[in-house]
Structure formats: structure tokens, C-alpha cells
């Protein structure tokens, strides 16, 4: 599939079934990608956190209104000593 096929399929859900529960298997896989992702200079600063329990995800609903009763949240942070310092010294990659 192209990326025009792709783009003309893609689709925004905005409403969950928090009682449903996201397959480990399927997790595991998104996971797996992210992890095999490149970054600059291969440098792997981000660091993601799985969010499933009750207090995890009542502290997202506190944060930002933008959960629809997803089931779970995957958190992306970055270590700032790992990433890639553009030069400069004003950007750096983590965000990227």
C-alpha cells in the first residue's frame, strides 16, 4: 500500500470501549515497532510507559481530556542526556 492509499484510508477514533482490553499480542507489537524505530544517531532516548491501571489512567483524565476511554495510554518521555544535540546546543532530537 502507498502512502496516498494510505492516507485516504486512515481513520481517527475518538471514542473507546474502556472495558475492553487491547491484546497483549497486538501491544507487544506496537511496542516492538517503536522500539525498532530509528532516531538520530541511533541514540534510543525514549522511554515508553504502558498505562492500563485505575490510577494510571484516572492521572491521564486529570492531565488532559483527550483519553475517550481508551483502555491504555502509552506515555513517550525522552532522557535529554541520550538524545542528539543539534549543533548549536538549541535543539536536540528527543522529541523528534
Excluded: W
Excluded at 73 to 81: E, F, G, I, R, S
Amino acid at each position: 500500500m502507498d502512502f496516498i492509499e494510505l492516507a485516504k484510508k486512515r481513520y481517527s477514533c475518538k471514542k473507546f470501549q474502556p472495558d475492553k482490553e487491547v491484546e497483549q499480542e497486538k501491544l507487544d507489537r506496537v511496542l516492538l515497532a517503536g522500539q525498532l524505530a530509528p532516531t538520530a544517531k541511533n541514540s534510543q532516548p525514549q522511554h515508553v510507559y504502558v498505562l492500563k491501571s485505575e490510577t494510571a489512567l484516572k492521572l491521564v483524565d486529570e492531565l488532559t481530556p483527550c483519553r475517550y476511554g481508551a483502555p491504555v495510554v502509552l506515555a513517550v518521555a525522552y532522557n535529554k542526556t541520550q538524545c542528539f544535540t543539534y549543533p548549536g546546543d538549541k535543539y536536540d532530537s528527543g522529541a523528534e
